[in-house]
């Protein structure tokens, strides 16, 4: 146990935290820690007895043991119990002192919480953190914002305990921006993983619906495609999963768990905040919206015994229709992680934050839940073109969709004609045919506004004039004989 001031202080020791502390203490940082429940904290330590930790009996104990300046990092609940830690904190710190939210904290909160620590005198970070349990205890990713004055005092510490990818060992860890563009980034970067998810599930789905294929032959499928484009942290656990039988039954374990998804928030988060930007994410959206209706399982299982659709099973080539999924799975993942990367800069503009989309990418290469092969891919998009828009619009992306959307196209197509739900493809197909479109219908739609709420609209022959109204109904009526 640490006799001498510690490098750092954490509070709340739930399992993210004491995994961040061994973390934290494996790369020679002493720590301090402190729990609302103190018995946990005498626990905790008498777990590990040998290393540089020390047990807070209160708040003011745990700043009395911090090196100056101190630097404490908050893993409790999001909301209002961080507000309420900061509170408990704030009189026993000094200024230039640092309190740090770990928690997937909404990134509104965030703005507010720097702007309100500062005022105190204080810095403040918010940093997002990915990898769940087995990150923080063997290298998350770490994606920190807030007060830029305060990275260079948790640098080594973070970039140290973060995972590391490359010949290099480069931390998946960097500064991100002023105020909440840490959480932000965080934020869209589960929203990302919902579509991941929701697409990995609508392959599954596809697989063993319409081709009758059984888990073990669908594990062997998975595990073929990590060795290629589609490698990720989300296909390799996705193929763990279908290799495990049920000790009970002996069926496979995927099989006998309900079919109703929960969620934590941040998908909705990432939804409003498009909406709220007017940025299309549909992708996102639509997996957000498929937990949703998972979760109806009563109406649903009632609804199976009275709505009718097409027989679900597929009676053409099984191998071409897998190697087609493949494809479909590739190209929707790029469109996918373009609406996320379209959300992030449209948010940077919004918000005054400098990103570095480049960067973002390396911090999601290693530790997080959406680390995968092609985020190299990514990066290198930004690094070629750090203004790209839109990364549809990178050589290599436009490359990979071109040569594979064929089959793309023919997934979506068989999955209606089956009656297999696949709202995440549909929707990143249906994205990708409407930014590559010049002209899309919406003139009528702007017709349609102008005739029942003169919202007014722009003419074709001089888009930079004034919006002009048009007397519809007048007009109608003339065409009609009753004006």
């Given at each position: 146990?640490?006799?001498?001031p510690?490098?750092?202080?954490?509070?709340?020791?739930?399992?993210?935290?004491?995994?961040?502390?061994l973390?934290?203490?494996?790369?020679?940082?002493?720590?301090?820690?402190?729990?609302?429940?103190?018995?946990?904290?005498?626990?905790?330590?008498?777990?590990?007895?040998?290393?540089?930790?020390?047990?807070a009996?209160?708040?003011?104990?745990?700043?009395?043991?911090?090196?100056s300046?101190?630097?404490?990092?908050?893993?409790?609940?999001?909301?209002?119990?961080?507000?309420?830690?900061?509170?408990?904190?704030?009189?026993?710190?000094?200024?230039?002192?640092?309190?740090?939210?770990g928690?997937?904290?909404?990134?509104?909160?965030?703005?507010?919480?720097?702007?309100?620590?500062e005022?105190?005198?204080?810095?403040?970070i918010?940093?997002?953190?990915s990898?769940?349990?087995?990150?923080?205890?063997?290298?998350?990713?770490?994606?920190?914002?807030?007060?830029?004055?305060?990275?260079?005092?948790?640098?080594?510490?973070?970039?140290?305990?973060?995972a590391?990818?490359?010949?290099?060992?480069?931390?998946c860890?960097?500064?991100?921006?002023?105020?909440?563009?840490?959480?932000y980034?965080k934020?869209?970067?589960?929203?990302?993983?919902?579509?991941?998810?929701?697409?990995i599930?609508?392959?599954?789905?596809m697989?063993?619906?319409s081709?009758g294929?059984?888990?073990?032959?669908?594990?062997?499928?998975?595990?073929?495609?990590?060795?290629?484009a589609l490698?990720?942290?989300?296909i390799?656990?996705?193929?763990?999963?279908?290799?495990?039988?049920?000790?009970?039954?002996?069926?496979?374990?995927?099989?006998?768990?309900?079919?109703?998804?929960?969620?934590?928030?941040?998908?909705?988060?990432?939804?409003?905040?498009?909406?709220?930007?007017?940025?299309?994410?549909?992708?996102?959206?639509?997996?957000?919206?498929a937990?949703a209706?998972?979760?109806?399982?009563?109406?649903?299982?009632?609804?199976?015994?009275?709505?009718?659709?097409?027989?679900?099973?597929?009676?053409?080539?099984?191998?071409e229709?897998?190697?087609?999924?493949?494809?479909?799975?590739?190209?929707?993942?790029?469109?996918?992680?373009?609406?996320?990367?379209?959300?992030?800069?449209?948010?940077?503009?919004?918000?005054?934050?400098?990103?570095?989309?480049?960067?973002?990418?390396?911090?999601?290469?290693?530790?997080?839940?959406?680390?995968?092969?092609f985020?190299?891919?990514?990066?290198?998009?930004?690094?070629?073109?750090?203004?790209?828009?839109?990364?549809?619009?990178?050589?290599?992306f436009?490359?990979?969709?071109?040569?594979?959307?064929?089959?793309?196209?023919?997934?979506?197509?068989?999955?209606?004609?089956l009656?297999?739900?696949?709202?995440?493809?549909?929707?990143?197909?249906?994205?990708?045919?409407?930014?590559?479109?010049g002209?899309?219908?919406?003139?009528?739609?702007?017709?349609q506004?102008?005739?029942?709420?003169?919202?007014?609209?722009?003419?074709?022959?001089?888009?930079?004039?004034?919006?002009?109204?048009t007397?519809?109904?007048?007009?109608?009526?003339?065409?009609?004989?009753?004006?």
């Amino acid at each position: 146990m640490s006799t001498s001031p510690c490098d750092i202080g954490l509070i709340g020791l739930a399992v993210m935290g004491k995994n961040l502390v061994l973390n934290m203490e494996d790369h020679g940082y002493s720590v301090a820690v402190f729990n609302r429940t103190t018995s946990k904290v005498d626990e905790f330590i008498e777990e590990n007895p040998d290393r540089q930790l020390y047990g807070a009996s209160s708040i003011e104990d745990l700043c009395a043991n911090l090196k100056s300046p101190r630097k404490i990092v908050l893993l409790v609940k999001a909301g209002q119990p961080v507000d309420d830690f900061i509170d408990l904190i704030a009189p026993h710190l000094d200024p230039n002192d640092i309190i740090i939210d770990g928690g997937n904290s909404h990134f509104p909160d965030t703005i507010r919480r720097t702007a309100e620590v500062e005022a105190r005198g204080l810095r403040f970070i918010g940093t997002g953190v990915s990898g769940g349990e087995e990150g923080a205890r063997l290298g998350p990713s770490i994606m920190p914002g807030g007060s830029e004055s305060a990275w260079g005092e948790v640098k080594d510490i973070f970039q140290a305990i973060a995972a590391k990818v490359g010949d290099e060992n480069e931390p998946c860890c960097d500064w991100v921006g002023s105020d909440g563009a840490g959480h932000y980034v965080k934020m869209v970067h589960n929203g990302i993983e919902y579509g991941d998810m929701q697409l990995i599930c609508e392959a599954y789905f596809m697989m063993k619906n319409s081709l009758g294929m059984n888990a073990q032959q669908m594990h062997e499928v998975f595990a073929r495609w990590n060795e290629g484009a589609l490698e990720s942290y989300l296909i390799e656990i996705t193929r763990d999963i279908l290799a495990i039988e049920d000790e009970e039954t002996g069926n496979p374990l995927v099989e006998m768990i309900l079919d109703t998804a929960g969620q934590k928030g941040t998908g909705r988060w990432t939804s409003a905040s498009a909406l709220d930007l007017g940025i299309p994410a549909p992708t996102i959206v639509e997996a957000v919206l498929a937990r949703a209706i998972s979760a109806q399982k009563t109406d649903r299982v009632a609804a199976s015994e009275l709505l009718k659709g097409p027989d679900s099973s597929y009676d053409g080539d099984a191998a071409e229709l897998v190697d087609a999924i493949e494809k479909a799975l590739y190209c929707s993942k790029i469109c996918s992680y373009a609406q996320g990367y379209a959300l992030i800069r449209a948010a940077a503009e919004e918000y005054n934050w400098d990103l570095d989309y480049g960067s973002i990418a390396l911090m999601w290469r290693g530790g997080c839940i959406i680390r995968a092969r092609f985020l190299e891919r990514i990066r290198d998009a930004f690094a070629n073109a750090p203004d790209l828009n839109n990364l549809l619009l990178d050589p290599f992306f436009l490359k990979a969709i071109d040569e594979n959307q064929a089959a793309w196209r023919r997934v979506v197509s068989e999955a209606v004609k089956l009656g297999i739900p696949t709202p995440a493809f549909s929707s990143a197909l249906a994205y990708y045919d409407s930014y590559r479109r010049g002209s899309l219908p919406a003139n009528l739609l702007q017709a349609q506004r102008d005739y029942f709420g003169a919202h007014t609209y722009r003419r074709v022959d001089r888009p930079e004039a004034d919006p002009v109204h048009t007397d519809w109904v007048g007009i109608t009526r003339k065409l009609q004989g009753r004006g």
